[in-house]
C-alpha cells in the first residue's frame, strides 16, 4: 500500500482528533510567527518548532489506517507466483 493509498483509507477516531490537535498547533505557531509585531527570539524560535512539530503530528496522523476496515490479506488463498 502506497502512501496516497494510505491517505485516503479511513482513519481511526483517535487520530482523526490528533490531527486537529496537530493542525491547531500549526495554525496559532503560525499566527506568531507572521505578527505585525516584533517577537523575542526566542519565542520565534519555539513558534518554528512548533510549526513544524504540529505538522509532523498531522500528516503522521493522516496516514494511519483503521486496519478493522481493510479487507482481510491472510485468506487462505495465497497468489500465484509465475
Avoid at 49 to 71: F, K, M, N, R
Amino acid at each position: 500500500m502506497n502512501v496516497f493509498q494510505r491517505i485516503k483509507k479511513p482513519t481511526p477516531k483517535f487520530f482523526r482528533t490528533l490531527r486537529s490537535i496537530g493542525l491547531g498547533v500549526v495554525a496559532a505557531a503560525g499566527s506568531l510567527l507572521t505578527a505585525p509585531i516584533t517577537l523575542p527570539k526566542a519565542l520565534a524560535s519555539i513558534a518554528g518548532y512548533l510549526v513544524v512539530a504540529g505538522g509532523v503530528i498531522a500528516a503522521v496522523s493522516q496516514t494511519t489506517v483503521d486496519s478493522e476496515q481493510l479487507p482481510d490479506t491472510n485468506s487462505s488463498e495465497s497468489p500465484k507466483v509465475p
